[in-house]
């Protein structure tokens, strides 16, 4: 359990964090969101005790970073954005380095570096310098390290950057298979790797969190109205006219179509949008060829809140 | 203290992972031994004055070059926040980089006992001095060291490292020679002497290459060996605010 409170940070005159607050429970897995620069990095580090905050709280099990930083530092696995690998080293070297350097030894040891080369698959590379690896290896080695010890919490920052789209499924499942186990925190700031492994997300900007929820909380509070998509094989302008007079409607948009009609209706969340349709097509016998409503994507609810959060700043 | 050693034997080995060990043990060997022999037969002494002698401004380079990489390595590479998120304390770290590099000089000194075992076929020098002229080249190195360990936690690369390192080295040569006490004091009287004894390492230095170990000279390179070691870790531990 991870609980973070009115966290801020400033470099210089810069302020990086502002009254940040938000929390994870034990076997939760959190998407951390932001554009570059939005302070997720800066949060991570004061999680993990390698920054103090200037304001606020963090505790990891009910441990102060700032009282008792070693038994917050024991309980973590950190993989930081810029993976921390000592080039002249081999991966076992480097991982039984980490290993050591986390109290681990002896068939404790060789049992944990078996497990994470076997997850991490780093077997074929296993006695090669890091400094020769590809990216991918690099970036799994590191996420390796941060798993050495077994931890029950995971901070990975940036995990899948820089990797290939087949690389990271793999990290992707790799954290799925973690999931219910250990607490997990990891940063993108790339949307769509969020929803495969994860509902819960906090995103931040500028330092500020603006949302904390599932991903479908967020975007019905972030656009405000639901969407459906209609298609139907009929006269253009009597679907039209028909639609806008539904009273679940309050936007049309008309939208090209192979044949017949297909229009965007846009309402609130309350309404039943799709079963108002389906009723209306059966009294005017439209043969309908689309009907279903369209869950935003993240990257439409993330434009949507860093955009309003941006019109709040401006207002205030 | 396992922690430390933990880290040491990384540390340690990381020096020997790479071509820059060997060359710099045998740049330190040739140089000295090199310096020594061309004034030995001149001197016709058998001693190793001549080879403790050029110690102090040898070593203003030399171990510099040492411990620039000890943090500034790290930094670079981004292990910096590996190392201070490991569950052990800055100290217990910096300890355990601190001792490799001492431990990777003394590799480097041991090569140099070639050299009295050479005095001892030609003459007949005084054990005691030798001993001692050792045990003061340890110490001055490790003085070196606990600066350059500093000033490599202040850096983020390393050539503004080794560069900080041979000025603070240097400052603590030269504070330490008579005619620069003189000239500080002819400013401001009294004044050079102070530092000259309380800073300078040549008056300490020179006792031991005698073979007179004083407290007061243990005192001198080890107190502020520590000094530096304790500014380092809180320097490192401030870091954090």
Redesign the interface.
């Known amino acids: 359990m991870i609980e973070v409170r009115g966290l801020s940070k400033s470099f210089g005159t810069m302020k990086a964090l502002d009254d940040v607050s938000f929390r994870i429970n034990r076997g939760e897995i959190l998407g951390f969101l932001g554009p570059n620069g939005a302070g997720k990095s800066t949060t991570m ?1 004061i999680i ?5 905050p ?1 304001g606020g709280t963090v505790t990891v099990d009910g441990i102060d970073v700032l009282e008792r930083p ?2 917050v ?2 309980r ?1 696995g ?1 993989l ?1 954005e ?8 081999n991966i076992h ?1 480097y991982l039984t ?2 290993g ?4 681990l030894e002896g068939a404790r040891l060789r049992e944990r570096l078996e497990w994470c080369v076997e997850a991490c698959g780093l077997r074929n590379e296993y006695r090669k310098n890091i400094g020769e690896l590809s990216k991918g290896y690099k970036q799994r080695t590191g996420l390796a ?1 941060a798993l050495i010890h077994d931890p029950d919490i995971l901070i990975l920052d940036e995990p899948t950057s820089g990797l290939d789209p087949l690389q990271i499924l793999g990290i992707r499942d790799l954290i799925k298979s973690l999931a219910g186990h250990k607490t997990i925190i990891f940063s993108t700031h790339i949307l769509q790797e969020v929803s495969p492994v994860t509902d819960r997300v906090v995103i931040i900007n500028e330092g500020s969190i603006i949302a904390d929820g599932t991903v479908a909380d967020l975007s019905r509070g972030a656009m405000g109205t639901n969407r459906v998509f209609v298609g139907a094989r009929a006269e253009a302008g009597a679907v039209e006219t028909a639609l806008r007079a539904l009273p679940g409607v309050t936007e049309l948009k008309p939208l090209r179509a192979a044949e017949g009609c297909r229009f965007e209706a846009r309402g609130p969340f309350s309404d039943d949008l799709v079963g108002a349709v389906e009723r209306l097509a059966r009294e005017r016998g439209w043969q309908l060829t689309e009907l279903h409503e369209a869950p935003y994507s993240l990257e439409d609810t993330f434009i949507a809140l860093t955009r309003r959060a941006r019109g709040l700043k401006e207002v205030a | 203290m396992r ?1 430390s050693l ?2 040491f ?2 540390e340690f ?2 020096y020997f ?2 071509p820059i060990a060997y060359i710099f043990i045998i740049a330190f060997l040739v140089l000295n031994a090199g310096l020594f022999m061309t004034g030995f037969f001149l001197n016709g002494a058998a001693d190793l004055r001549g080879f403790f002698g050029n110690l102090p401004f040898f070593l203003i380079f030399f171990i510099p070059a040492v411990s620039m990489r000890l943090w500034a390595e790290d930094k670079r ?6 190392l ?6 800055t100290a217990d770290v910096m300890l355990g980089k601190y001792l490799a590099a001492l431990a990777f000089y003394l590799v480097a000194l041991a090569g140099t006992l070639t050299l009295p075992i050479m005095v001892g076929a030609l003459g007949n020098p005084d054990g005691g001095a030798i001993f001692s002229g050792y045990l003061g080249a340890a110490l001055l190195g490790a003085l070196y060291l606990g600066i350059g360990t500093f000033t490599s936690g202040l850096m983020r690369d390393q050539i503004s490292a080794v560069i900080l390192g041979i000025m603070a080295c240097f400052l603590l040569f030269v504070l330490g020679i008579p005619a620069v006490a003189a000239t500080i004091d002819g400013w401001v009287p009294g004044f050079g002497s102070l530092l000259q004894n309380y800073l300078g390492l040549s008056s300490h230095y020179e006792m031991m290459l005698r073979g007179v170990v004083g407290a007061a000279d243990l005192a001198y390179f080890l107190g502020l060996t520590v000094v530096f070691l304790v500014l380092n870790a809180l320097w490192l531990e401030g870091r ?2």
């Open positions: 580090k993990t005790t390698f920054l103090a200037d070693l038994e530092r024991r973590i950190y930081p810029n993976v921390p690998l000592y080039l002249d080293m070297e380095f980490v050591r350097a986390r109290g390290q | 922690s933990t880290i034997r990384r080995a990381a992972n790479s590479l981004g292990t910096f926040e590996l201070m998120t490991l569950p052990m304390r954090k605010y």
